[in-house]
Nanobody
Framework: QVGLVESGGGHVQAGGSLRLSCAAS????????MAWYRQAPGKERELVAR???????NYVESVKGRFTLSRDNAKHTFYLQMNSLKPEDTAVYYC???????????????WGQGTQVTVSS
């Protein structure tokens, strides 16, 4: 069945790096829109990075220059490379994607299960 599987979270010191992965499972035609969100305890879930079907990628101001969203279309996987991590980056990170099951279908929304990122000073 179609879904998203996340990996790559962990505990790092401030200034360290992590790379989160989000792999589409099941048989799909392509990934349309893809994005990463995060939610810290007691806070609203926020959009961190988003890439549109045309390849435009936007980042929340607080992570610009530190985080990079990328993709591997052949593997139906996308990533969030996080460098120069700060304690305020601590959150559960969720991947999102609009997935096309066939070339003629409209994208459907899918969410990963979440992965914990903890940054200590």
């Amino acid at each position: 069945q179609v879904g998203l599987v996340e990996s790559g979270g962990g505990h790092v010191q401030a200034g360290g790096s992590l790379r989160l992965s989000c792999a589409a499972s099941g048989t799909i035609f392509s990934i349309d829109t893809m994005a990463w969100y995060r939610q810290a305890p007691g806070k609203e879930r926020e959009l961190v990075a988003r890439s549109t079907p045309l390849g435009n990628t936007n980042y929340v101001e607080s992570v610009k220059g530190r985080f990079t969203l990328s993709r591997d279309n052949a593997k139906h996987t996308f990533y969030l490379q996080m460098n120069s991590l700060k304690p305020e980056d601590t959150a559960v990170y969720y991947c999102y994607a609009g997935l096309l099951v066939t070339r003629w279908s409209v994208p459907n929304d899918y969410w990963g299960q979440g992965t914990q990122v903890t940054v200590s000073s």
